[in-house]
């Protein structure tokens, strides 16, 4: 039995028995959640925080900084090369923002892979270089569960370690500014998003975000896209005059509805501005890198420690297209291989910010797998083979009662540097593809024993 095992097991049977088996503990840890203003977001509903070895942990940590570091030599040719910039799907505008140099290496910024551990076994599915709002959510959700009963009950027992990555990412903020030329030791910094209609700003899951920010001492403000101007070699808001510009709107919704003579992208182009969430990062985080790096006539030249974490850790990934191509060493007709093999795979839209659906040809049959394909032909998707997801049984707080669930667990590290500073973990209920208010996010405590 591992350690997690046994911690698990342990923490059930705490909760299933006097005094915990009355509920009052849990209904109290979501009015504290409420009042942390954390309910924005999805959160799950669990009762028992995702463990994560020390091993474990470890181990994400390397193949992490490995991945990401033949992604940024993925993007690095991509950059110089236009054949296969073409191959990332990108639309003319993601093209030209692409070209401009943000001012800063992409490591002094968050890349954050998505990660499942299952049996030991390691796979990353996805890719975001980008700073998620889930680094604040999950830092405020750890301090809220780490002094809940059963767990202050449970750490007498085991060490728990809040996986904290706010402060880095501050860090990383900071960091990139000086890289930039910043000069201010106190920049001010711009939340740029969008909120639909008569929706207060205290409801915009940036709020947590720009009171971290100001605690820090830091000038910071939430400002629609809109009410930003571009004179005299400076980026305004009113009188205020913007030295870091958080960006927390997509790029797709942004060109929906702005044109590449936009204020904030002006001074993107002339470097007047430091922008955080850059363009060029969110034009190249597309899931068909993943077909790039599973290519190997593509990563031949790569070290031998990248083309090996490669093969271990991302598994097959090509985009979409009546095309030739390999797979195993071997040519394979792509169409037919994925009518053949439906079962092992999976179709996901080229950007998850899009409304096109994800289809797992094992739920789907064959003539629904057919017309996914078809529509995947049309607009850009990668297929992907299946890799066995991580599951666990979470206690969760359902309707006043404790319901038993089996759970998928996605891991994302959020790393600055190459180096993992705080996980954030999503549960998803097993064996449903709808909404439910089950899944969600998860606190996350690095697991030791005493």
């Known amino acids: 039995m591992t350690l997690a095992t046994e911690a698990i097991a342990r923490y059930h049977k705490l909760i299933e028995n006097e005094p915990y088996i009355e509920l009052g503990w849990a209904a109290e840890l979501q009015a504290q959640l409420r009042a942390a203003k954390l309910t924005n977001h999805p ?18 940590e390397k193949a992490n900084a490995i991945i990401l570091s033949a992604i940024r030599r993925t993007e690095q040719i991509v950059l110089t090369s236009p054949a296969h910039m073409a191959r990332l799907q990108l639309l003319p505008a993601e093209r030209m923002l692409a070209a401009v140099d943000p001012g800063f290496a992409p490591l002094s910024m968050t890349g954050v892979l998505d990660a ?30 780490y002094d809940a009963p059963p767990v202050k009950e449970f750490r007498k027992k085991y060490k728990l370690t809040k996986l904290a990555g706010s402060k880095f990412l501050l860090q990383g903020i900071l960091k990139a500014y000086k890289e930039f030329g910043g000069k201010q030791k106190k920049p001010s910094i711009a939340i740029i998003e969008s909120r639909p209609p008569f929706q207060p700003a205290e409801a915009s899951e940036n709020a947590l975000l720009l009171e971290f920010f100001r605690k820090e001492g830091l000038t910071a403000n939430l400002i629609a896209p809109e009410h930003v101007e571009y004179r005299n070699g400076v980026l305004r808001h009113g009188e205020l005059q913007i030295d870091i510009v958080y960006r927390a709107l997509r790029l797709q919704e942004f060109l929906v509805r702005f044109d590449l003579n936009h ?43 990248e083309r090996k974490a490669i093969k271990d850790f991302i598994p097959w990934t090509r985009l979409v297209q009546a095309a030739k191509t390999t797979h195993n060493g071997r040519t394979i007709d ?15 839209p080229n950007s998850d910010a899009t409304d096109l659906q994800t289809f797992r040809g094992a739920d789907t049959d064959e003539l629904g797998w057919e017309k996914a394909l078809r529509q995947a032909m049309r607009n850009p998707y990668v297929i992907q083979e299946t890799t066995d997801t991580a599951r666990a049984v979470f206690p969760l707080f359902q309707y006043g009662s404790l319901v038993m669930k089996d759970m998928h667990v996605e891991m994302h ?11 954030s973990s999503w549960l998803s209920v097993a064996g449903t593809s709808g909404f439910t208010t089950l899944s969600g996010l998860a606190p996350t405590f690095l697991l030791e024993s005493k």
Do not use: Q, W
């Open 116 to 145: 499942s551990i299952h049996n030991g076994a390691m796979r990353f599915l996805g890719y975001r270089e980008a700073s998620p709002s889930s680094v604040i959510y999950s830092d405020l959700m750890a301090d809220v569960y």
């Open 43 to 60: 959160m799950s509903p669990v009762l028992r925080p995702h463990f994560v070895s020390s091993r474990d942990h470890a181990a994400l």
């Open 334 to 348: 792509l169409p037919e291989y994925a009518m053949k093999h439906r079962t092992k795979l999976v179709l996901k």
């Open 263 to 305: 204020p904030l992208v002006r001074a993107y182009k002339e470097r007047a501005v430091c922008v955080i969430n850059n363009f060029r990062s969110e034009s190249l985080a597309k899931r068909a890198i993943f077909d790039l790096l599973t290519d190997e006539t593509f990563t031949a030249k790569f070290p031998a420690a």
């Open 413 to 423: 590290p959020h790393s600055l540097g190459g180096k993992i500073h705080g996980v």
